[in-house]
């Protein structure tokens, strides 16, 4: 990554796969920690971030999403 450029965090996930392949069936879900970027070139830092993300069917969906920004965004 460039080093204006920085990116971090833990991400963990769950997916799990059934169905047909006529008709798949998907479930799971997902999460972000600790989430962190900074954008020197445009003076944007984002940190403390949390995510959580949830997989049904064909929708991915982003239950909650928190973080804490110094600058612009």
């Known amino acids: ?27 799971g879900r997902g999460g972000l920690r600790d989430g962190a970027i900074t954008l020197a070139d445009i003076g944007m830092s984002v940190n403390g971030g949390t995510a959580d993300l949830s997989l049904v069917g064909d929708t991915l969906r982003l239950d909650s999403l928190v973080a804490r920004a110094r600058g612009p965004i």
């Open 1 to 27: 990554m460039d080093p204006a450029a920085w990116l971090g965090g833990k991400v963990g996930a769950e997916v799990r796969l059934g169905g047909t392949w006529r008709d798949p069936k998907y479930t």
